[in-house]
């Protein structure tokens, strides 16, 4: 399956003053896939350590970081001798040989020659543990589960995905049907890549959906191993109270609907956690619509999402038939399942930071607010062709932004003050 995260490793491997590449993302993002393709395509040899139940390697980083040492005992592990520039290193479940992440700062300073990634799916939590970070030493790359352009190309419509950043919108408005059949598909597989390549594959739906609930299962049991019994109970109730925060009207996380008289001191750390292994996104609110946004974050309200949409699903016991085709059941839960998916199309594909915005006394709001250049950009999302765009005439009357986007399932148009942008379309945003 094609990962757009590889040009960006492609790029990584020309730069002139390259450091160690350290790329990080929630388990089962695909992160040891790409690394090992990324060696496999770019490079003549690929010498694979991973620090998981792998005592021997990590006594290799005890004494010193002497570089050559080092690379001799790669040699004995991975079977084959380790060349500058032409052989990829890779230490992967970094996080479970804490000097081995220091060393990759002598690696940056002392053999600069010697290509090295690294990877670890619960790095933010070790770090936060006491685990000591090189700083400046490395190069980061954040993986997140397959966008819905990948997916597309997954599951062999490679012509439709090209003609997404093409712009084309005219030629792609008469394959709306199709863009939209694979858009519920996406909603239901997600894209997490062992899922998606079970779909591709089978089609069958029920495969995997047990196969979302295994993952969800390997989640959990990373809660009971690596978080303290302390916290355990309150990452679980924020965690599975997602779905229920995501399907109000009003979005924004409240602790009291985790348990009566929650209060954020109880969860914060919870919260962290979470972020920390990459399972969760929060998306602040900003008190002013103005530059930079970053500047008038309200740090108490915020939405959380979780990592994939179709893991999302699966853990509110969504049926496919609901998703595919539609019920009066379902109907609450169409909008959150569409701001889980367009948040998921910013962070990986777009470049920008999401925030959201609600006017004074919450008369209204912006699903998600971005800083498009020097403008702010509000945009709201539709979980269908419904035109009516209440909050946004209100903020636009209000505000008078240079740009102001509306996504849902209509075609592109551009009207005098909006811009109309098609849910398959989301990352041209």
């Not at 090189?134 to 490679?158: I, S």
């Not at 509000?378 to 986007?405: D, G, Q, T, W």
């Amino acid at each position: 399956m094609k990962r757009y995260a590889m040009e960006k490793l492609i790029s990584w491997k020309q730069k002139e003053n390259r450091k160690p590449m350290l790329l990080k993302g929630a388990r089962q993002v695909g992160k040891t896939w790409l690394m090992k393709e990324f060696g496999r395509l770019s490079f003549k040899k690929t010498a694979y350590i991973t620090f998981y139940n792998n005592q021997r390697m990590k006594r290799v980083f005890d004494s010193d970081y002497d570089i050559q040492r080092i690379i001799m005992n790669i040699n004995i592990e991975a079977h084959l001798e380790v060349t500058p520039e032409d052989t990829l290193i890779i230490f992967d479940e970094i996080q479970e040989a804490p000097r081995a992440l220091e060393a990759l700062k002598y690696f940056c300073e002392n053999a600069p020659e010697y290509p090295v990634i690294a990877a670890g799916s619960l790095l933010g939590v070790a770090i936060h543990g006491g685990v000591s970070f090189p700083v400046g030493k490395v190069d980061t790359l954040e993986l997140y589960p397959m966008n819905y352009r990948e997916f597309l190309e997954a599951v062999g419509e490679e012509q439709l995905a090209c003609l997404i950043p093409e712009k084309d919108y005219e030629l792609m408005s008469n394959f709306r049907d199709k863009y939209i059949f694979w858009l519920k598909n996406y909603y239901y597989v997600g894209g997490m890549p062992e899922v998606v390549g079970l779909f591709r594959e089978h089609k069958d739906y029920a495969q995997v959906r047990a196969l979302q609930t295994s993952i969800l299962e390997q989640y959990e049991a990373d809660f009971g191993k690596h978080a303290s019994a302390g916290d355990l109970a309150r990452i679980r109730m924020v965690w599975n109270s997602i779905p229920m925060q995501l399907a109000k009207e009003n979005k924004k996380f409240f602790f009291g609907q985790i348990k009566q008289g929650a209060r954020m001191k109880e969860f914060e750390l919870a919260i962290e956690w979470l972020l920390d292994c990459g399972l969760i996104q929060k998306v602040y609110r900003v008190n002013k619509p103005a530059m930079p946004l970053k500047a008038y974050i309200d740090f108490s309200a915020f939405k959380l999402f979780i990592v994939d949409i179709g893991l999302l699903g699966a853990l509110s016991e969504l049926d496919a038939e609901s998703i595919l085709e539609g019920s009066d059941i379902f109907t609450e839960f169409k909008g959150a399942l569409s701001e889980q998916y367009v948040l998921q199309q910013i962070v990986s594909g777009t470049g920008y930071t999401p925030y959201y915005y609600a006017g004074n006394k919450s008369t209204y709001e912006m699903d998600f607010m971005v800083q498009k250049g020097r403008a702010i950009v509000p945009v709201e999302v539709k979980a269908e062709a419904n035109l009516h765009a209440k909050s946004l005439k209100i903020y636009c009357r209000k505000y008078e932004p240079k740009y102001a986007v509306r996504i849902s399932m209509s075609d592109y148009r551009e009207q005098e003050w909006m811009t109309n942008l098609p849910l398959y379309a989301v990352e041209n945003l």
